[in-house]
C-alpha cells in the first residue's frame, strides 16, 4: 500500500521549466480600499423592485495591472503558495494568481452593464441567441466545461416551487444550462438531476481515459430521481421557505453520461459517506475523491480510483488548521467554520484545494472575520498540506465601473480550468446577495443573546434565501501546457 500510494501521489517536484514568464516583468500591484459605501441591491426577492439601500464600510482589493513578479521574501515555490515560482527573493506568480505570496486570485472586474448572474436571479429566460437572461430561479453553484459543440455547459443546484436556499435540503435539483460565453448569461436546457441533488462538480474524463471515450460524471449529494424519501414543499412566491428536512438523502455519489445532455447513469457509491465531494482527476489518469465529512473536525479523507473505475482507496488526508474550525468547535470563540472543498492540479502536478471559511459573528464593524468566505491549502505530494493566512478572495465583487458589490456570503468555490493549458481561467461562486439594511440584520444566528445575527446565515433566512451563480473572470496568459505526468509504475 505504501508503495502504490506513493508512487500514485507523486508529483512533479523538479523547478518549473521557465525561471520567469514570458512578457513585461513588473511588480504585482494591489490596493487596499477603505471607504464608506452606499450600495444599491437590485436583486431582490421576487417581484419586489424596489432598491434597498445599505451603507457600510469595506475592505475591498482593487486588481491595479496584471504582472508576473510579487514583491516579498521566499525561499522555495512552497512560499509563494505553489501559485508561482520563488527565483532570487520573489516570488513569480501564475496569472491567475497575485499577492506577496500568490495568494489571491486575480479576479478581473465584472461590466456593471451585463447580467451580475450567470444562472438565476430576478428574471426571464429567453433563447440563447438573444444572450438572455437565466432563468428566474435560485440557484446555488455548479461549474462549467465546454463541450464538442464549442458551448458553455454549466450544471447547476436550482431550487423548485419558486423556493430559496433555505428549502435546499427537499427541493434541489441539478439544472444542465449552456451559453456561448463562459460568463453566461446561462439559459436552462434541462434537468440533469432531479430532486433530490444538490452541491453538483461536473467533470469530463481526460483524453488518457482508457476506453478512447471521454464520458460527463456529474458528483453530488442525494440519489438525483424524484420521488426522493421527502417530498419538495411549496413556497410562498417570494421565493422563500422555511421547511428544511432533518437529514438529507445521500444515494448515489455520481452519475455519468456520453454526452452534456445524458442519458444519465447511476454509478453506486463505494466509499463511505461522501458530503460536498470534491473530485478531480490526475494527468496520470488516476481519479481522486475529497470528502467534507465532519464539517472539519476530523481530517477530509482523499479516496483515489487508480482507472478511473470507481473502486476506491483511502490514500490521504487533508487536516485544516485549528484555527480554521476552532479545532473543530466552531460553536465557541472566535466561531469559525469551513466547507465546501474544490480539490484541483496546477499545471505542474501540485495539488490545490479551496474551501468556503465562515464566521458566525454578526456582520462587519463587530468582527473583522464576519465577511471572511474562503481558504486555499496546497501541496506537494496530497499528503503533508500547508494553508494561506490570506483568503484568496472576499466577499465583495468590484465593477469596471462604479462601486463594488457586497454579498453577505459567496460560497462553494470552484475553478473553470483551461484543458489545453491547465490555468484556471474563472471562478465559479453561489452568491447570497444583500437585501437588509443595516447589513445582515434579521439574518439567522446559531447563538441567541451572544449574536444577533450572522451574515453567513442570511441565505437560510426565510424571505432573503434567494441566490444565484457567478462566474468571475480571472486574468490569464496563454501559455505552452505542461506534458502530462506519466503514469505510476
Given amino acids: 500500500l505504501e508503495s502504490w500510494r506513493s508512487s500514485d501521489l507523486a508529483g512533479d517536484r523538479s523547478p518549473h521549466p521557465e525561471a520567469?514568464?514570458?512578457?513585461?516583468?513588473?511588480?504585482?500591484?494591489?490596493?487596499?480600499?477603505?471607504?464608506?459605501?452606499?450600495?444599491?441591491?437590485?436583486?431582490?426577492?421576487?417581484?419586489?423592485?424596489?432598491?434597498?439601500?445599505?451603507?457600510?464600510?469595506?475592505?475591498?482589493?482593487?486588481?491595479?495591472?496584471?504582472?508576473?513578479?510579487?514583491?516579498g521574501t521566499c525561499t522555495n515555490d512552497m512560499d509563494c503558495s505553489l501559485n508561482g515560482v520563488c527565483t532570487s527573493g520573489s516570488c513569480h506568480c501564475e496569472p491567475a494568481w497575485n499577492g506577496s505570496a500568490c495568494d489571491r486570485l486575480a479576479t478581473l472586474p465584472t461590466d456593471r452593464a451585463q447580467p451580475v448572474a450567470a444562472y438565476g436571479g430576478d428574471s426571464q429566460p429567453q433563447p440563447e441567441s438573444q444572450g438572455a437572461r437565466t432563468p428566474n430561479v435560485s440557484s446555488w453553484g455548479g461549474n462549467i466545461l465546454r463541450g464538442d459543440d464549442r458551448r458553455y455547459h454549466l450544471w447547476v443546484s436550482?431550487?423548485?416551487?419558486?423556493?430559496?436556499?433555505?428549502?435546499?435540503?427537499?427541493?434541489?435539483?441539478?439544472?444542465?444550462?449552456?451559453?456561448?460565453?463562459?460568463?453566461?448569461?446561462?439559459?436552462?436546457?434541462?434537468?440533469?438531476?432531479?430532486?433530490?441533488?444538490?452541491?453538483?462538480?461536473?467533470?469530463?474524463?481526460?483524453?488518457?481515459?482508457?476506453?478512447?471515450?471521454?464520458?460527463?460524471?456529474?458528483?453530488?449529494?442525494?440519489?438525483?430521481?424524484?420521488?426522493?424519501?421527502?417530498?419538495?414543499?411549496?413556497?410562498?412566491?417570494?421565493?422563500?421557505?422555511?421547511?428544511?428536512?432533518?437529514?438529507?438523502?445521500?444515494?448515489?455519489?455520481?452519475?455519468?453520461?456520453?454526452?452534456?445532455?445524458?442519458?444519465?447513469?447511476?454509478?453506486?457509491?463505494?466509499?463511505?459517506?461522501?458530503?460536498?465531494?470534491?473530485?478531480?482527476?490526475?494527468?496520470?489518469?488516476?481519479?481522486?475523491?475529497?470528502?467534507n465529512n465532519g464539517q472539519g473536525r476530523v481530517p477530509w479523507p482523499i479516496y483515489a480510483s487508480p482507472d478511473g473505475g470507481f473502486t476506491w482507496r483511502t490514500v490521504a488526508e487533508i487536516t485544516l488548521p485549528s484555527a480554521w474550525n476552532n479545532g473543530g468547535n466552531a460553536r465557541s470563540a472566535p466561531y469559525m467554520g469551513v466547507e465546501d472543498p474544490f480539490l484541483y492540479f496546477d499545471a505542474r502536478g501540485h495539488w490545490h484545494v479551496l474551501v468556503h471559511r465562515y464566521c458566525f459573528s454578526d456582520g462587519p464593524g463587530v468582527a473583522p472575520d464576519a465577511n471572511l468566505v474562503s481558504g486555499h491549502g496546497f501541496s506537494l505530494d496530497g499528503h503533508t498540506w500547508k494553508f494561506s493566512s490570506t483568503p484568496p478572495f472576499d466577499s465583495v465583487i468590484a465593477h469596471t465601473t462604479g462601486l463594488p458589490t457586497v454579498y453577505t456570503s459567496l460560497e462553494r468555490p470552484k475553478l473553470r480550468i483551461d484543458e489545453a493549458t491547465g490555468q484556471p481561467t474563472h471562478l465559479v461562486l453561489a452568491a447570497a446577495p444583500v437585501f437588509t439594511t443595516p447589513l445582515c440584520s434579521g439574518c439567522g444566528t446559531r447563538f441567541p443573546g451572544l449574536f444577533n445575527s450572522s451574515c453567513v446565515l442570511c441565505k437560510l433566512t426565510a424571505g432573503i434565501d434567494s441566490t444565484f451563480t457567478v462566474v468571475l473572470p480571472l486574468q490569464t496568459a496563454h501559455r505552452p501546457s505542461t506534458p502530462p505526468l506519466p503514469p505510476p509504475p
Avoid at 23 to 30: D, I, K, L, P
Avoid at 50 to 70: Q, S
Avoid at 195 to 214: D, E, K
Fill in 158 to 291: 436550482e431550487f423548485v416551487n419558486d423556493c430559496g436556499l433555505a428549502a435546499w435540503q427537499t427541493n434541489s435539483q441539478i439544472a444542465h444550462a449552456t451559453a456561448i460565453t463562459v460568463t453566461g448569461p446561462f439559459v436552462k436546457r434541462d434537468v440533469a438531476l432531479g430532486i433530490f441533488s444538490h452541491n453538483v462538480v461536473p467533470l469530463r474524463a481526460p483524453a488518457s481515459f482508457g476506453t478512447g471515450a471521454r464520458p460527463y460524471y456529474l458528483f453530488h449529494l442525494g440519489t438525483g430521481v424524484d420521488g426522493g424519501p421527502t417530498p419538495p414543499v411549496a413556497c410562498n412566491g417570494s421565493n422563500s421557505s422555511s421547511a428544511r428536512s432533518s437529514s438529507v438523502d445521500t444515494g448515489n455519489l455520481a452519475h455519468r453520461a456520453p454526452n452534456p445532455d445524458g442519458p444519465w447513469e447511476p454509478i453506486p457509491s463505494m466509499t463511505p459517506t461522501c458530503n460536498n465531494p470534491a473530485p478531480v482527476w490526475h494527468p496520470n489518469g488516476t481519479l481522486y475523491l475529497a470528502c
Fill in 20 to 71: 520567469s514568464f514570458s512578457g513585461a516583468t513588473m511588480v504585482r500591484h494591489s490596493t487596499l480600499v477603505a471607504a464608506s459605501l452606499t450600495l444599491m441591491c437590485l436583486i431582490l426577492p421576487h417581484g419586489n423592485t424596489a432598491a434597498v439601500t445599505v451603507k457600510l464600510v469595506v475592505a475591498a482589493i482593487v486588481l491595479v495591472a496584471p504582472a508576473t513578479v510579487a514583491t
